[in-house]
Every structure is written in structure tokens, then in C-alpha cells.
Antibody
């Protein structure tokens, strides 16, 4: 069955870089897009960017040049890297397939000063 | 960026109610609107796709509609399991944007 699972740190220091891996199963990254969405505590959802099935990427300009999304199709993994972390980046980070038909359970990341 | 203005932000409801939540798009997004349900501490669940289509496994008391730039999610005969947060999403244009969310609270 289709599954997505995010793995990453639960605590990152201010100004450091966040790295999260989304490992998928039950489908191919060359057939489906994978998106990253985050949710600060008690707030709404924010689309961060996408890895298209063809290998291209798309980013929310709100993250300027801090965000990078890549993949390793041989490992069925999509990677999120975000630099220059601020306390406002404290959030639960989700990966999702397509337009949200399947989601990972999310990883809660706290940015600490 | 396209703004999705979602209303209300919270709603006090009773079991058996008919509930309607609306998102207004700041520009034309066509049919490219999805609705998600999210329970406390859980991942979002897709309920409606392409504005009016019921996602797999979603009860038929849920429905989606469109009138111009207004997109609505309606829940008929609200059940206890429907008490959750709801979010709309437009994916017509990048960056994709979500509405601010609606929290259903039992009276």
C-alpha cells in the first residue's frame, strides 16, 4: 500500500540547516509528484514546494533561496533541506503525494536558540 | 500569490447539523481546489478533489461545490467523527495556497 514517512531531527539550532527525508513505498517517484507542506503549532498549512515526477522542482518564493528539494529514486526518497533556520520555522513538516491523496505522519521540528 | 480566504475560522456545531465552509479565491483557479480534514495531531485527509469530487472512502454526507470564485464544503447530518479542522487548497497556480482553516467545535 501507499506510504510516506518523514524522518528528521526534532530539534535544530537557530541559523542551522534542517534536513528531512521522505521515504515512500507503494508507488514510484517517477510516476507521482511529492510535495512538502508545513504547519506551525496551532496554525494553518503552508505549501513549501514540490519534486515533480519528471525530476524538476518548484518552490514557494516565501522561502526565498533557503529551500532545496531533491530525490534519490533508487531509494524512493525525497529530501528537504532548508537553511538559515529561524524560530518561525518551528513546525510539523509533512510530505504528501500528488495533490494530497496520501500524506506522511509528519515530523515536528523545533528551532531552538 | 493567490489568496484563499476561508470562512468561518471556527464554527460551533451540533450533531445532526448541516455545516458549510467556504473559500473565496482571489483569482480564477478553475476546478483546482481540494478540501482536507485534519484531526488533532494527525495528518490531513483529502475529502474533496477538483472542487466537487468525493475522495475514496469519504462518506456521502460530504460534498463540494463551486459558485464562481467561491468554493464550499458541505457536511450534512454532522456526526461526531466530523468534528475536526478543515482546509481548502488551490493548486491551479504556484505557489499552491491553503485557506486559513476552519475549526469545528461541538456546542
Amino acid at each position: 500500500q501507499v506510504q510516506l514517512k518523514e524522518t528528521g531531527p526534532d530539534l535544530v539550532q537557530l541559523t542551522q540547516t534542517l534536513s528531512i527525508t521522505c521515504t515512500v513505498s507503494g508507488f514510484s517517484l517517477t510516476s507521482y509528484n511529492v510535495h512538502w507542506v508545513r504547519q506551525p503549532p496551532g496554525k494553518g498549512l503552508e505549501w513549501m514546494g514540490a519534486m515533480w515526477n519528471g525530476g524538476g522542482t518548484d518552490y514557494n518564493s516565501a522561502f526565498k533561496s533557503r529551500l532545496s528539494i531533491s530525490r534519490d529514486t533508487s531509494k524512493s526518497q525525497v529530501f528537504l533541506k532548508m537553511s538559515s533556520l529561524e524560530t518561525e520555522d518551528t513546525a510539523k513538516y509533512f510530505c504528501a503525494r500528488g495533490v494530497g491523496d496520501y500524506w506522511g505522519q509528519g515530523v515536528m521540528v523545533t528551532v531552538s536558540s | 500569490d493567490i489568496q484563499m480566504t476561508q470562512s468561518p475560522s471556527s464554527m460551533s456545531v451540533s450533531l445532526g447539523d448541516t455545516v458549510t465552509i467556504t473559500c473565496r479565491a482571489s483569482q480564477d483557479v478553475g476546478i483546482y481546489v481540494n478540501w482536507f480534514q485534519q484531526k488533532q495531531g494527525k495528518s490531513p485527509r483529502r475529502m474533496i478533489y477538483r472542487a466537487t469530487n468525493l475522495a475514496d472512502g469519504v462518506p456521502s454526507r460530504f460534498s463540494g461545490s463551486r459558485s464562481g470564485s467561491d468554493y464550499s464544503l458541505t457536511i450534512r447530518s454532522l456526526e461526531s467523527e466530523d468534528v475536526a479542522d478543515y482546509h481548502c487548497l488551490q493548486y491551479d497556480e504556484s505557489p499552491w495556497t491553503f485557506g486559513g482553516g476552519t475549526k469545528l467545535v461541538l456546542k
